[in-house]
C-alpha cells in the first residue's frame, strides 16, 4: 500500500504485493539477486529497484 506522503511504497514486499510490473521485474530476476534484495529493507520504487538490481549484475559478485 503507498503511504500518502510517500512517493513509493514501504517497502520491496509492499511494493511487489501492489505493482505487478515490479513483481513481473523481480521474479526474472537471477535468484542471487533476488536473495540480495530481499535482504534491503529500503527499497520503495520500481526505478530503486531496477538500479539497485543493475549494480548488484554489474558489481559482477552477484548474478
Known amino acids: 500500500m503507498k503511504h500518502p506522503s510517500l512517493s513509493g ?4 514486499s509492499d511494493m511487489l504485493d501492489q505493482d505487478l ?4 521485474y523481480f521474479q526474472g530476476l537471477p535468484p542471487e539477486v533476488r536473495q ?4 534491503e529493507d529500503n527499497i520503495t520504487t520500481f526505478d530503486e529497484l ?3 538490481a543493475a ?4 558489481s559482477g559478485l552477484i548474478g
Open 9 to 12: 511504497y514501504l517497502c520491496l
Open 21 to 24: 510490473s515490479a513483481y513481473e
Open 36 to 39: 540480495a534484495l530481499k535482504r
Open 50 to 52: 531496477q538500479a539497485r
Open 55 to 58: 549494480n548488484l549484475r554489474s
